[in-house]
Nanobody
Framework: QVQLVESGGGLVQAGGSLTLSCAAS????????MGWFRQAPGKERMFVAE????????YYADSVKGRFTISRDNTKNTVYLQMSSLKPEDTAVYYC??????????????WGKGTLVTVSS
């Protein structure tokens, strides 16, 4: 049984920073990309960032480019999302995902249950 468990969410003021973690277990993740998606209240789940197996390639949504940094540690099967200069519009439930290198949520093979990030103004 594959499990992805996110952690690190919480309340932060606008302009602040927060780092999310996602630990994957129960499967073989070699050659899979890992990424982050988010869903705000009343909105669709949207792509945030992704990183390939070797960490040689990353891709970010325009809305977070320059503010968020994705990284991974394959020895721990863990992906991280460092968020800085946070804005109220970043408020959402953040989901970790594993799958092919794609910004399409439908292409992802496995999902975590999410962690809530709230940015106050």
């Amino acid at each position: 049984q594959v499990q992805l468990v996110e952690s690190g969410g919480g309340l932060v003021q606008a302009g602040g920073s927060l780092t999310l973690s996602c630990a994957a277990s129960g499967g073989t993740f070699r050659n899979y990309a890992m990424g982050w998606f988010r869903q705000a209240p009343g909105k669709e789940r949207m792509f945030v960032a992704e990183i390939n197996w070797s960490s040689s390639t990353t891709y970010y949504a325009d809305s977070v480019k320059g503010r968020f940094t994705i990284s991974r540690d394959n020895t721990k099967n863990t992906v991280y999302l460092q968020m800085s200069s946070l804005k109220p519009e970043d408020t959402a439930v953040y989901y970790c995902a594993v799958g092919p290198f794609s910004s399409d949520a439908a292409a992802m093979a496995y999902w975590g249950k999410g962690t809530l990030v709230t940015v106050s103004s």
